[in-house]
DNA sequence: TTTGGTTGTCGAAGCGCTTCGACAGCCTAT
DNA sequence: ATAGGCTGTCGAAGCGCTTCGACAACCAAA
């Protein structure tokens, strides 16, 4: 294990010096700072990371907070952690791993600790535990989601609401008229996740602006539950001729379902998904959707971090537009 | 932000006292014991984990390189890695999430810094370049994958070799001859990943064993890219009766072509899928599957890394046993 | 009573780094 | 020539913890 002292000795120079080469922070002339350059490549130096997080007070280390379930939008939450860890390694941050097991306890154990110098949090429902701690950590905090009351957090979040309009908007604009929303399983309503109700909200909300009958159905994933769910609503609203799905899972038997009890898709029967655009071309029936953007959001959120760290950045609600891609699962309504 | 001392003080103990009442390495009176406790709490001590690190040389962190694409087995990685987390919190480490994206220097990185006590590998390749620095690294590590030489290595995988086997041992035993083989993508097996050889693999041998005609056909998830495939197929080789899926997103595709074409599963078609459970059962048509036992793999990787750093365990190959459950996808071959 | 072994506690050294103040050397403006 | 201001470098003090050796205090055996 090569130390800053030896890289010194090697170098001719003294520790503090080539400490100031690696940080930058006071000038080095060309000659001196090439010298330890050179002398920390052949040795093979590598800062400790324990030794410099003990003299700086500073880790270096982002923690992020995943569900520990995965009953809903895994890819969605993947690619998110993929974006966070990637972006933050661009601003010389490493990423540790938590899950929501542990609830607040892992808050106060990383605040406590100072091993990770900030925090982000997926999955944070409308009246989280780990909030209140949030907002008193001397580490600053990214919510991925947005919760009940936001004051004194920053959060980065798909604007749901406007999501769930665009969505009726678009349907509407086709001419339906009778609309049917497969939502999230029963538990992440119960639970109150933010962006479900809010989705919720905005298809509420413009249905009536647009003279749109809503029928609202949770629905777990799965071929089975799809089954029983789609029979409920051809049902209740025989009509139906629009169905906006929120739940990834359901997608695909919702699909294979109308396709067997022969609705046509999109002649008879139009579709609107709320999910990764990868999901969305990949289904058997390309699917207009609005996308959830999940790698910006990561991004968006380390970056938030990383200029709260450096002193820049203050607190600030994000939520990025909605965007509704028309593939081939949507069209007029039939009359 | 509280500390050793501090607490020592409170207590009226000196400070060593206080590390051994936190690590338990010498013995302590059971009224002092008490007595630090007490001052722990009243005044919300954590330990300073940079501070720890440098001293014990030991970070409490283990690392997790997971795959930067997410073209494949999405949902497995993610399951492996909330396992990880999980499972190491149990022993008292937490999860630095890496990405693949910086290869072989993430390894150096950590080695060098100490920044992780031990890592974890995933995506393993058949000639990983990131192998030798493991090979030489004073941590200990565990791959899940299983690479082409693993001397000095310990490896934690589902054993895809007899996975294959038992796949086609199935479809035989129901009379099939004409198999074909829907594998991952082209690229999967370009870059030589083993887990996708070794199944072909196995399923090749037991099918010259069982006198099985096989046709392997590698292919994008999706459902365009599964019809042109499907075709190929029934074109090569029209009294193909049996199924074996391993690329997750061909799966559901599959089921609605067939569906779409007439052919029943099971009665005229069989298929058998390499996936996790959850996807098995979520599918339109409940699948016959062998299991993808990702949270054991995760939970194995971390116990292995465990013993090793306590001193315990040896490099060792573990390959899980697969398990075929049968489902509502295979059946007799019509004849 | 002395000796020897436990048991429980303490003090001090040091882990490898950052950072502050000091200061030598030089240049420019007086 | 002198004062003042830069620049580049160094020494030393710590960051908060672990751990080693030392050593009182006590008990049991001789």
Known sequence: MVTLAEVAQHAGVSASTVSYVLSGKRSISATTRQRVEQSIRELGYHPNAGARALASSRSNII?????????MYV???MEIAIAVATTARTHGYDVLLLTGEEGPDAVRRVTGSGLADAMILMDVELDDERLPLLREAAQPSVLIGLPADTTGLTCVDLDFRAT??????HLA??????????????????????FAERTLDGLRSRARETDVRLLHRPC???????????????????????????????????????????????????????????????????????SIPAQEMGRRAVEHLVAKLDGRGADEVVLLAPELTVRASSGPAAS
Chains 1, 2 share one sequence.
């Open 63 to 71: 923690a992020l907070m995943v569900p520990l379930r995965t009953d």
């Open 173 to 194: 604009g086709l001419g339906h008229r009778d609309v049917a929303v497969i939502g999230e399983a029963p538990a992440v309503y119960e639970r109150h996740t933010g």
């Open 220 to 290: 777990e994933g799965g071929y089975d539950a799809m089954a029983v769910t789609l029979a409920r609503v051809f049902d209740e609203r025989p009509g139906t001729t629009g169905f906006v799905v929120q739940n990834e899972s359901a997608v695909e038997p919702l699909l294979a379902l109308l396709r067997q009890q022969g609705r046509a898709v999109p002649e008879d029967v139009s579709v609107v998904a709320i999910c990764p655009d990868q999901v969305a071309v990949q289904a058997s029936v390309r699917l207009t959707s609005v």
């Open 75 to 77: 890819p969605v939450m």
């Open 164 to 169: 769930g309009a665009l969505c009726v908007e």
